[in-house]
């Protein structure tokens, strides 16, 4: 048990290590663009989230709702064995399933919204399938099926939804508002954070880490996924179906990935699927969020908020007359250091031990395995 | 001084463990000098040290005399050393005369000058007895020839100090002999050799003295002629160890696994072939069966049919009377078939998991372990106490530990664990001893002899000679994927099982085993 916290601390340093890294490169380029302005614009990154209160917040954990659970999604698929760069895809074929059952199934009153989430789920679950399919069956590389997934869901989703009159805003080239009865409910969020977009959107994504974070470490379930993920011919020594646990591994992270679409497009924010040729952000964001969450729920969880409050921050920049660009640059840069994660943890562990050997040298009785 | 190498008081520590603790190595002009020790004993560190993999804490090394500081191969290849590795460092789909030269390629303007290289090739085979042809691909040549192109490589490389990393492991009984025929001549030619190895007839045979390490300590150094095996496997693990394995007589009892016709094809290299071809067989209650044959004749294959891991092409496999050919491996492995795999890291383990959590690989779905889907983590650490203290597993934090941070004897003690805990019917051990120690080996044998006398039926398939007449009751020789002999261990020979096993020999008429 020691051990085991022993290293979820190492992993988190070195998450925060990045962190660092990426927040004094980013001061750097403000720096470089406007040194007059730097610092306010860094303070301002660093708290512009919470200037206006319950409000900010509430704004954060509306921004943090996707890219958890698409940060949840790659994560998920990569403790299984398998890099899930789909979740885009995955993402907007999720959303069409919720935004369509949003506008035309009106017929299910209250539980409209619900019925409009599963669907979201079940088209997200039939994109993930497909690549998991093609790798389990034919042993297609899932990282290259699932890009190429990611312009087909893009595009196919862009033909229905302007070939199909029902869903097309002809004005405005994107989809059509779906039923208030289709919003996601506030859950009482609207209480805590008054005047934000957050909903219980982001309730559901919180129950979704801790049902992906039982899966993965509290089921037989999880154990088989794992197992195929570290070793697949172990796995079918020991008579797992090696086979289906790809196509349900990649399934799951492909419900996840299209249930943040749903949430996003049923918020009620006035989110509409826009016809333009680009893949959505939230997909690849998630997977920033997974490598700086060491691809652990809990982890993905919290990088998802920091990556919305920087972003959030970010937005207050513009009253220094720095582009909102510089959080992407700081972002990128945490990501870049955070895939380093084993290099730096590797640091880590080094410095560590120069330092205990240097206080046993120092104090020849020197107790150097105190730990935090 | 008439040492050509000198290691003086080395010590390299790695965290948590000191792998090299205070090791001197001297290796004289001309010598064979044998390293022995057991696995984890820190012949690897050492030579990894030599090589200037690693850089020692503490301690020098002295290269004819004069301190060498070592910072990597290229260091050790400018100072005359070189390396057989145990497994071959050898490009398959290149020729001889291309492995050979790869590296050190002699070129005009940019274009490969390949004549003189063969020229030099063909007149170093003919000085040492080693002939190759320069031509033949790697992968058309045998495991033996391959080690040849190993040694040429060293001698292209004008190498006089050349190092066996465990050169006999993939031999047959006949390559070794000729083995250690080039060995000494190459010793009679000035070149001296470090030869690392746990195989204590070997050294006997061809080793002038002996140096042997054990848990990164330094034992001493013997001259060979003046000590025995005994002495020898008691400087090695720190005990008395018992050489051979004790067995009572047996009469076997019911058939437990009966293989008729089987027949596997595999595609390999583009085309398919008969890997194993109508093999019939039966391995009765009690009594340990022995697949014997050089790698590569279908033994594989065959386990892998028996398992289920691999798809037969015809023929029957039957478990207690009950036909398993068209049943699931979970059907199997639950069904009386324990099997402990040739490959443990491929398939045994898997190795970013803990101790306790391989220790339940085959069985975490049972009712013991699993309620309701959720895994049951109590019950799974309790089993895996009892089996760490029933099979004397050894490792660094105990269940916790990653199987892949343990020492390869015991994650073969996990493996062995978690089959025979099963109480199987059918035990099928596939090279069980690969790569172990004495101590490891001596421990395992055991367990087997112990499954067998409880009644168990065991399936082993070994390429240890060694191995195959101390363990087995019924001697199956195979080749080409067919079964050529039927032998009692009793009534035959070292070197007529080694003549069966290189396909000379066969049996005038097959049993029907």
Known sequence: MKHKKHIDYTAAASSIFAIIIGLLVGLLVLLLSNYRQALPGFFTILTGALTRGPKGIGQVFYYATPIILTGLSVGFAFKTGLFNIGASGQFIVGAFGAVFVGILFKGFGSAHWIVAVIASILFGAIWGSIPGILKAYFNVNEVIASIMLNYIGMYAVNWTVKGYKPLFNNLRNESKNVATTAEIPKMGMDYLFPGSSVNGGFLIAILVVIIIYIVLHKTTFGYELKAVGYNRNASKYAGINEKKSIILSMTIAGAVSGLAGGLLYLAGTGKHIEIVDRLAAEGFSGISVALLGVCHPIGILFAGIFIAYLTAGGFYLQLYEFSTEIIDIIIAVIIYFSAFALMVRSLLAKFKKQKENKAVKKAAIGEGGNKA | ?513
């Open chain 2, 1 to 513: 001084m008439e040492y050509i190498i000198e290691m003086l008081n080395i010590t390299k520590e790695f965290p948590g463990i000191v792998a090299n603790d205070d090791i001197t190595l001297q290796l004289k002009k001309g010598e064979i000098h044998a390293l022995l020790g057991e696995n984890g004993a820190g012949k690897s560190t050492l030579m990894s040290v030599l090589f200037g993999l690693y850089q020692p804490e503490k301690g020098m090394i002295k290269v004819k005399g004069t301190f060498a500081s070592i910072k990597g191969p290229l260091d050790a290849n400018a100072l005359g050393i070189g390396m057989v590795h145990q497994h071959f460092k050898l490009v398959h789909n290149f020729t001889v005369l291309q492995n050979i030269v790869l590296g050190i390629e002699t070129t005009k303007n940019g274009i490969l000058k390949m004549d003189d290289a063969r020229e030099k090739i063909v007149a170093l085979s003919e000085r040492y007895n080693l002939f190759v042809d320069p031509d033949a691909y790697i992968s058309d040549i045998t495991v033996g020839m391959q080690q040849r192109v190993e040694i040429l490589k060293m001698l292209y490389r004008d190498n006089d100090i050349l190092i066996f990393d465990e050169p006999t492991a993939v031999l047959t009984p006949q390559e070794i002999e000729e083995l250690m025929q080039i060995m000494r001549e190459l010793t009679t030619e000035g070149k001296s050799i470090l030869f690392i190895t746990h195989k204590l007839n070997e050294i006997k045979a061809v080793a002038d003295r002996c140096t042997v390490l054990r848990r990164g300590k330094y034992i001493g150094t013997v001259t060979v002629s003046e000590t025995d095996k005994k002495m020898l496997s008691e400087m090695m693990v720190g005990r008395k160890v018992n050489l051979t394995v004790d067995k009572q007589e047996k009469e076997p009892g019911e058939v437990v696994l009966k293989v008729s016709n089987l027949n596997v094809m595999s595609k390999r290299e583009g085309h398919t072939r008969n890997v194993v071809e109508d093999v019939s067989f039966e391995v009765r209650k009690g009594e340990i069966v022995c697949i014997a044959g050089i790698d590569g004749n279908g033994q594989t294959e065959l386990v892998h049919a028996l398992t289920g891991l691999e798809s037969i092409t015809s023929g029957c496999v039957t478990l207690n009377g009950e036909d398993l050919t068209k049943k699931s491996i979970r059907y199997r492995n639950t069904h009386g078939m324990s099997h402990i795999p040739e490959d443990r890291h491929k398939h045994g383990l898997v190795l970013d998991y803990n101790l306790a959590y391989n220790l339940v690989l085959q069985q975490y779905f049972e009712k013991e372990f699993n309620q309701l889907g959720f895994l049951k983590s109590d019950a799974v650490n309790q089993y895996a106490d009892l089996l760490i203290e029933k099979y004397d597993i050894r490792s660094g934090q105990g269940r916790e530990t990653k199987t892949r941070s343990m020492s390869g004897g015991n994650q073969q003690k996990t493996i062995v664990a978690r089959e025979i805990m099963k109480d199987p019917s059918l035990l099928l051990a596939v090279q069980p001893v690969r790569g172990l120690d004495v101590g490891a080996i001596e421990y395992i044998h055991k367990e087997l002899v112990k499954q067998r006398d409880a009644g168990c039926a065991i399936l082993l398939v070994s390429l240890e000679l060694d191995e195959v007449m101390n363990l087995s009751d019924r001697i199956l020789v195979m080749f080409e994927g067919r079964i050529v002999a039927n032998l009692n261990p009793k009534e035959v020979t070292f070197n007529e099982l080694g003549l069966y096993m290189a396909g000379s020999k066969r049996e005038e008429k097959r049993h029907e085993a």
